[in-house]
């Protein structure tokens, strides 16, 4: 069977450097690894499940693909599109319902976080968004998908939607996709509490550095990104404890593909006064072309639509015939 990666991220906000080492670049490793197919949208229907702009989701849908392609993923190698264009991805969904049960949803930590204290308002959109995921994944029959831990959860349920309906219909028929863990994929934190994931929502932009970022606001938000009065140690280990410390090696790592250890060795006994500087130096040197082909891409929309027309026509191509099949396994009139 064909090994298939599905994953996407949703058209909000700004991408940041957590979201390319955490994903972005692996999935770029996954495409030019060529053991797989890969898939990756953009699940603008997710978007709207939280409060959104309508008069910003079709650029921001725009900004996400090329942030994919200026990240590396290759619109022939690989299959870029929006989730939206794709209507597989919603029929599925309704038919995915039909045998996801409530209490899974309502245990759903995601769900639980952004609903908030006021369950009976959250939308039905927000509460099965997990169901939506699953089709996602499903209607193209994925068997990989590269995610972080705080999706993990609603990947596990994807995998029981799978039991229920092989059992029910037809044994075998979707495979249960597995998440894929890279080991290099670093988890990054905001530059302001190493406690805190960086994440595109935290209410101050110090906190992250976005891809469309310039080298001078790189360096202003590295200088000032919160750090403590000691030196450098020599082991990795030892910033255990320095959480913001951590974060800034483990950034240089990721960027220089080097480990902690391999980091230090260069700049142990070094202050942040020093150290800083480096840091800036590679994340410009690593970011600035980033940038600057996002930002040539989205100069021309055109050309970022014509792509994202075209992944959605082999997207397409693939769903079609599954929602097809499904459809007649459970008895539809066609
Ligand atoms: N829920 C995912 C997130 O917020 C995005 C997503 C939607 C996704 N559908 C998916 C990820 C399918 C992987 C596969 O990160």
């Given at each position: 069977?064909?090994?298939?990666?599905?994953?996407?991220?949703?058209?909000?906000?700004?991408?940041h450097l957590g979201n390319y080492l955490g994903a972005l670049r692996n999935w770029v490793k996954l495409q030019d690894q060529g053991d797989f197919e890969t898939l990756f949208c953009v699940v603008d229907l997710h978007a709207i499940t939280t409060p959104y702009d309508k008069d910003k989701l079709k650029q921001s849908t725009r900004e996400i693909a090329a942030?994919?392609?200026?990240?590396?993923?290759?619109?022939?190698?690989?299959?870029?599109?929006?989730q939206s264009s794709v209507p597989a991805h919603s029929q599925l969904m309704w038919l995915l319902a039909t045998m996801t049960q409530m209490g899974k949803l309502s245990r759903m930590t995601q769900f639980k976080d952004k609903a908030g204290k006021n369950k009976e308002k959250a939308g039905l959109g927000l509460y099965s968004y997990p169901v939506?995921?699953?089709?996602?994944?499903?209607?193209?029959?994925?068997?990989?998908?590269?995610?972080?831990?705080?999706?993990?959860?609603?990947?596990?349920?994807?995998?029981?939607?799978?039991?229920?309906?092989?059992?029910?219909?037809?044994?075998?028929?979707?495979?249960?996709?597995?998440?894929?863990?890279?080991?290099?994929?670093?988890?990054?934190?905001?530059?302001r509490d190493g406690a805190e994931k960086m994440s595109k929502s935290a209410q101050s932009d110090m906190t992250r550095i976005n891809l469309t970022d310039d080298a001078d606001l790189i360096a202003k938000k590295i200088k000032k990104a919160k750090t403590d009065a000691e030196v450098l140690p020599e082991k990795f280990a030892d910033l255990d404890t320095r959480l913001e410390a951590k974060n800034l090696v483990t950034i240089y790592?990721?960027?220089?593909?080097?480990?902690?250890d391999e980091v230090l060795s260069m700049f142990a006994g070094k202050?942040?006064?020093?150290?800083k500087p480096a840091l800036v130096d590679v994340a410009v040197d690593h970011l600035s072309p980033i940038s600057l082909r996002m930002n040539e891409l989205l100069s021309d929309t055109d050309q970022i639509d014509a792509y994202?027309?075209?992944?959605?026509?082999?997207?397409?191509a693939i769903a079609?015939?599954?929602?097809?099949?499904?459809?007649?396994?459970?008895?539809?009139?066609?």
């Open positions: 069977m064909t090994k298939r990666i599905l994953s996407g991220m949703q058209p909000t906000n700004q991408l942030a994919y392609i200026a990240a590396g993923v290759d619109p022939e190698k690989s299959v870029l599109f929006a939506l995921m699953a089709a996602d994944i499903l209607i193209y029959k994925a068997t990989h998908v590269p995610v972080g831990d705080d999706q993990r959860q609603h990947l596990e349920l994807a995998r029981e939607i799978v039991g229920t309906f092989n059992h029910r219909y037809g044994e075998n028929y979707f495979p249960e996709p597995e998440s894929v863990v890279l080991a290099e994929g670093a988890r990054i934190m905001s530059l790592g990721a960027l220089t593909d080097k480990t902690g202050t942040f006064s020093e150290f994202l027309r075209r992944g959605a026509e082999r997207a397409n079609q015939p599954h929602i097809d099949e499904v459809m007649n396994m459970m008895g539809f009139w066609r």
